[in-house]
């Protein structure tokens, strides 16, 4: 309203005025802006006044600074600027964030799809101490995040509607009995078999840790290897905002090490009860500001240790000449105007592409794979160099070596010449596993189906007697799947007459209360002779030995009763 009534209002000077004005009311009001952001749609011909040095101040003073995009004229193209295009080129100029861009130029960047920018929020708010008793406030801050476009996707229905998950967890046997997720436990894989860890014992197994940044040591920046870099982010260590007291310990912390060409080596604990973590602070020191870099580094089970061959082949001067050739034409430095920091994921790229095409035209096919709108590589002139190397390193096609074949596929006769295939064939390539298949074990898993394929491959003498040792382990970590275990166990060892096995694996096994639950549930007993005429044990000793407790109880009743009869 203050400028409606001005007849200066058509003078495109005078609108930057109000857009910068407006700037410091919204400033004033939230006292903190992500993005600062002025876009001038023109051409030549609007009005444009010389007075343009106070914008170009007041836009140089607003922080976070102003980026101003003049849109319109191609200022860059066109020569002998005069005029209007003159007075916009040195706007442009004067704006520390200013940029002029043709309309072609505009279409191709609003092809970009960005992500919204989130605030900068410290993961770790403490103190960096640093022996002594010597500590002073840092925050640490997530400065690069690899960004997942799968985070975003959700499931749904044909139409787009909202759908609901209804997990249900089974046993692996042969009733699929159902699991209620309270009764579950975490089982740890150990060889082919699950090994449970109760809730108690997982909270006994983990550590518990403070919140805290401590200095170990430092050590010479030359001794920590780049190789040695791990971690999936990169962190900066900076002093509290408002805090000069920290601000000026953490700069001095910073220059000491730089000066000293050392790093410092930290315990790094970012929440309560999380798990430590080994890092190096790395000092980062500029003219304008002086903080940490934090990197993570491995622990001793991290390092992976790799033998590497010895270079058999030397190179010699023309071949060490052509690649030297080959780097200085892809030199990143004759390409100014390239910036891979501002190089976009085309993966994300072509996903936003694909939701906006699908959000505007539902039913329209999706637009054929096309990044190069989106990224633009920078063009380097290889050839000669890349002839050049072709010229000095011979290239050669190697064949594939055959793959492995079955053992019916070896001594088949169907379309082969067996007297040139009986020579190629050495004793090394037939081994008895390659013929029987890998090695048979019974797991903890599927105990019942390996059961089966182990009577199968090993005989049923060797498989119950593994299944024996698989029922021992299942009973003493109280494992699941031991009544279809124990059954099925009984029925080969009735049917193949190995009484003697299942009866002596019930009496080892018997002194458990869970054992002795499930087999008195299930009237699961020893092998008698009625079942198995070798069996020692007669079917009266069977009941006894599965019932004795209560048999006894029943006795003493009925003795009770009598002496009451005979009184």
Known sequence: NEYENRTAKKCLVRGLEVAVRLFHQEKAKTHWMSENRIMLFTDEFGTFS??????A????????????????????????????????????????????????????????????KVRQTPIFKGCLEIGGGTKFPVHVINKITPTSHQQS?????????????????????????????????KGYRYGKTYIP?????????SRETEKELCLICTTKRSNIRKEEFCGKYAYSV????????????????AIALKEMDMVAVCRYVKKDDTPPKLCCLVPNVKDYCATLHMIELPFSNDIKKAVFPKIRYTPSQDQLTAVDKLIDNMDLNSKPEFKES??????????????????LQSDSPLPEVDVSDLIKLPSFDTSDAVKECNKYFEVKLIEKKPTKRTAGEMFSTDNIDVTNDIKKVKKEDISLDDLLGAEVKIGTTRPVADFQLACSKLGPNSACTMMCDVISQLVQHSGSNIPQSLRALRERCVKEGFHGIFNNLLRKEFQYELFKKICKEEEMSLIHKGECEGSPVSAVESEVFLKGDELVKDMESDDDDDLLDML
Do not use: W
């Open 197 to 205: 860890i109760s809730k108690v014992d997982a909270s006994l197994m």
């Open 153 to 185: 996707l959700k499931m749904c229905g044909s139409g787009g509607e909202a759908v609901v998950r209804d997990r249900v967890y089974k046993l692996k046997d042969q009733n699929q009995t159902r699991v209620d997720p309270d009764s579950m436990n």
């Open 57 to 116: 101040t007041e836009m140089n003073g607003i922080k976070p600074q102003i980026v101003f995009k003049l849109i319109g004229p191609d200022l860059e193209s066109s020569q002998n600027l005069g005029g209007n295009l003159a007075k916009m080129s040195a706007l442009c100029a004067a704006v520390e964030q200013g940029e002029s861009l043709s309309n072609e130029d505009a279409l191709t960047i609003t092809n970009l799809y960005k992500t919204k």
């Open 50 to 55: 010389t007075d343009y040095s106070f914008v």
């Open 238 to 253: 900076v002093a509290p905002p408002n805090d000069t007291t920290g601000g000026t310990a953490l700069a001095a912390f």
């Open 342 to 359: 501002e190089m976009s994921n085309p993966g994300i790229q072509r996903r936003y592409q694909c939701v906006v095409h699908r959000a």
